[in-house]
């Protein structure tokens, strides 16, 4: 679909109407302005309005990636609080799932920037593409996708932290949830960066909020662009069970992309402490653990992190894939045969499709 057709299920001016209490709200309120200022670039870029200044662009991109760095951890403290009260709760027996939605909703819009901060090259080869492209782009696009996969890894521990069991509580399924869906957007963008770096013609970037949350049926996590054929396609992630949402998108725009289908994420783990048998369940972060195991380590490796860092990457790694067999040059193949058709010009079939009503979740 070209950008212009496919920009017009998004409101560039959309705002998020829904408001999270006290302190959350206040510490949420610069993330979002990030966020829609990123959708607003976007945007302008897919209607083809005038790129903004190099120096503009990059001022931006200093001060965003400053903010990051600065107030993304203050920000999870807050929610940190909003998640101890919660537990507070559970160890009193006196919570539901609502308590956990609390903190589980806001820590999903976040995952945007833990993705975003790693995605400024892709954007600068989208905004500025004479002044970011070359060589030099792909080697630092393979130094991004070491930092996403290291990134995947830290959200990994989280599981390691609650044990296996105890996440598989039903009180816990909002938390279970942010996880599952946060990994698999690591894992995800990992995989259509493997793309990218085979195509340079092909960025894919995160999704702001205003073509994410605000944007009903059409609504994505990531997207795909073609700067040759100024085509794009949108990519929605689920942790499993793909099949029972299909109807809610626009399938015109957006590639649905299961976890365990499409990603190999799946793994047996006991999820009862009373039990002694195995499920096999939705495990992401096994793509991103693969992806540091098949890291060589080399002079090009190391400016990206030193060798000790990245060895006890590599380590935890291991401990995250375990021996489950590694699938990712099947899964990049087969999510790169899918994005390439969807880029494509839509059939007529497809254009004749019913699209879902505005608002839908």
């Known amino acids: 679909m070209h950008w212009e057709e496919f920009v017009r299920s998004y409101d560039r001016n959309a705002v998020n109407r829904h408001a999270y209490p006290g302190a959350i709200g206040e510490a949420m309120r610069p993330a979002r302005d990030y966020s829609y200022r990123w959708g607003e670039l976007l945007w302008d870029a897919l209607t083809g309005a005038p790129p903004p200044s190099l120096h503009g662009m990059r001022d931006f991109s200093i001060e965003y990636t400053n903010w990051v760095r600065r107030d993304l951890k203050p920000i999870q403290r807050v929610l940190s609080r909003s998640l101890d009260s919660a537990f507070a709760a559970i160890s009193e027996h006196a919570v539901d799932e609502a308590h956990l939605?609390?903190?589980?909703?806001?820590?999903?819009?976040?995952?945007?920037?833990?993705?975003?901060?790693?995605?400024?090259?892709?954007?600068?080869?989208?905004?500025?593409?004479?002044?970011?492209?070359?060589?030099?782009?792909?080697?630092?696009?393979?130094?991004?996708?070491?930092?996403?996969?290291?990134?995947?890894?830290?959200?990994?521990?989280?599981?390691?932290?609650?044990?296996?069991?105890?996440?598989?509580?039903?009180?816990?399924?909002?938390?279970?949830?942010?996880?599952?869906?946060?990994?698999?957007?690591?894992?995800?963008?990992?995989?259509?960066?493997?793309?990218?770096?085979?195509?340079?013609?092909?960025?894919?970037?995160?999704a702001p909020a205003q073509f994410e949350q605000l944007a009903g049926g059409a609504n994505i996590d990531l997207l795909v662009l073609d700067t040759r054929n100024h085509t794009a396609c949108g990519i929605q992630v689920k942790s499993s069970g793909v099949q029972r949402v299909e109807g809610r998108y626009d399938v015109t725009r957006v590639v649905l992309v299961d976890g365990v289908r499409d990603l190999s994420n799946v793994r047996a783990v006991r999820t009862h402490p009373m039990h002694s048998d195995r499920r096999r369940v939705p495990w992401p972060g096994i793509v991103s653990a693969h992806h540091l195991l098949d890291l060589r380590i080399s002079p090009v490796t190391d400016t990206f992190a030193t060798r000790r860092e990245i060895v006890q990457n590599k380590l935890h790694a291991r401990h995250v894939a375990g021996t489950i067999l590694n699938r990712n040059r099947e899964a990049y193949a087969n999510l790169a045969e899918r994005v390439r058709a969807a880029l494509a010009e839509p059939t007529e079939s497809a254009e004749s499709s019913p699209r879902p009503a505005a608002g839908t979740p």
Do not use: C
């Open 101 to 206: 939605e609390e903190w589980a909703r806001p820590s999903m819009e976040l995952n945007f920037h833990r993705l975003n901060s790693m995605a400024q090259q892709s954007w600068g080869r989208l905004l500025r593409p004479e002044f970011f492209g070359g060589p030099a782009a792909l080697l630092l696009l393979e130094r991004d996708r070491y930092f996403l996969a290291a990134q995947a890894l830290k959200l990994s521990r989280m599981r390691d932290v609650f044990g296996h069991e105890d996440l598989f509580d039903p009180l816990m399924a909002p938390m279970r949830h942010w996880l599952n869906g946060a990994l698999n957007e690591f894992d995800t963008l990992q995989a259509l960066w493997a793309l990218s770096s085979a195509d340079d013609t092909l960025i894919a970037l995160p």
